[in-house]
């Protein structure tokens, strides 16, 4: 039994070891309970934001991880910490956060640390659908903020979280001695600028910026305006948190080839040309699913919209004839919100040959706001 428990430690202390090699800058274990927590705050989401109740179920996030590994005896989880980008990233370029360039990063450093165990005869099972806020708060990694993440001691919340779900049975390490420490402290919530953050940390879905960004269906115009020169990714909640005050000034921008591809007018002018080269250049930064052609389409043309530089004028043309539907509403918002009489000519052009019935209304408040 005492050699047993060693062996266990000296497994553990191996994986520390390598997983810092790797780039990890917490790894702690924890038990494989049920994350109950978590369960009730999936129902009380649900009913605080109906509207985005589905999304929980087709996310197929379970409560307790003996559904996805009946032989789990532990969790591992891991944080990749990331120093995160400016919002402003050059004009005419779409900015996205830090923390889509690293989450695949921290994904293939977690790949190999689960080939490590894997060739020691374990099952493990890589970044597994489960709450990996609550598995990283029971290992003692951090606290929930009510800005909806977990922030850490060293790192703050500019973090991503990793997790390996192994039948190896590892110490846990004890858990933190809260769900949160951010007392009466509110800023987060009174920064958020579309008021998505609830009691106790409820992200609600509909209002956040990140959650609509990439949606394939309309966007409500009040988020639209928030979305700002934002391609992927909405950091305000993190930026203005006191825990991350160790990245006060120190917020940097991605080498300039990681900036290059982001171009907002190549993605309006190519869209009919498939954007091929420019989507792949994207996707190896911040991986293929995020790349999508339609979605990320979608965002630009609201970039474009929110430059509110009427060079954008002709690229808008261009993209209000695409064949998805909320590009073209979009679009004409766009256009409106940009203003001047050849957006106005544009308009009112699109107006005699548009026949859905929401892209139609988009178009008439498009000529209604136009300022010229
Ligand atoms: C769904 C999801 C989203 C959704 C919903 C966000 C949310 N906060 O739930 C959307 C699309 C909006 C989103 C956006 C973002 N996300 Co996200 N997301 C997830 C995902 C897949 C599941 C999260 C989840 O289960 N939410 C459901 C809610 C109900 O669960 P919960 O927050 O854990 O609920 C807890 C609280 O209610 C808490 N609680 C109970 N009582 C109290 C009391 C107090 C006072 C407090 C504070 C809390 C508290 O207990 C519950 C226990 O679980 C995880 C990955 C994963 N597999 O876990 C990433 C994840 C949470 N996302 C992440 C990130 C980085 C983001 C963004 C910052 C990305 C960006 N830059 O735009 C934004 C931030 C938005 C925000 N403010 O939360 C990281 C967070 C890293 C970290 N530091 O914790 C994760 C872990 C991904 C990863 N692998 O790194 N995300
Ligand atoms: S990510 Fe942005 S929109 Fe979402 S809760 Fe945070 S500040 Fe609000
Ligand atoms: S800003 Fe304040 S309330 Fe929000 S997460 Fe940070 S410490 Fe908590």
Known sequence: MFLNNMDELDLKNELIEYGKALGFGIIKVTDVKPFDLWKNSIENIKSLDPSTSDSWDKR?????????????????????PYVPYEVKFPNGYGSYSAHYKYYPI????????????????YRAIIDAPFSLKSAANRAGVGYFGKNGVIHTKAY???????????????????????????????????????????????IIQSRCVRYNMHSSDFIPVDIREKIGQRLLGCDIC??????????KDKYVLP?????????????????????????????????????????????????????????????????????????????????????????????????????????????RDGIDNIVI
């Not at 993190?238 to 990245?247: A, E, T």
Request: hydrophobic share 35%.
């Open 106 to 121: 921290g994904h293939e450093s977690m790949k190999k640390l689960g080939e490590f165990l894997i060739q020691k005869g």
């Open 156 to 202: 703050g919340s500019f973090i991503t979280l990793h997790s390996i779900l192994t039948d190896a049975k590892l110490p846990a390490d004890g858990s933190m001695d809260g769900i949160s420490d951010c007392g009466q402290c509110s800023i987060c919530v009174n920064s958020c600028p579309t008021g998505a953050i609830g009691p106790n940390g409820a």
């Open 238 to 247: 993190q930026m203005v948190c006191p825990r991350n005050k160790m990245y």
């Open 60 to 80: 197929g996030m379970v409560h307790d991880v003996k559904d996805i590994l009946p032989s789990a005896n532990s969790i591992i989880v891991a944080v990749f």
């Open 255 to 363: 080498p300039w080839d990681e900036v290059s591809p982001f171009n907002i007018k190549s993605l309006m002018a190519n869209w009919d040309r498939g954007l091929k080269g420019q989507l792949s250049d994207m996707g190896d930064i911040i991986g293929k699913n995020f790349a999508r052609a339609q979605r990320i389409l979608s965002t630009a043309v609201i970039i474009a919209g929110n430059s509110k530089d009427e060079s954008y004028i002709p690229y808008l043309e261009h993209t209000l004839v695409h064949p998805h539907p909320p590009i073209r509403g979009h679009s004409a918002w766009a256009i409106g919100r940009i203003g001047g009489s050849r957006g106005l000519k544009i308009l009112k052009e699109a107006l005699k040959c548009e026949k859905h019935p929401k892209v139609l209304e988009e178009i």
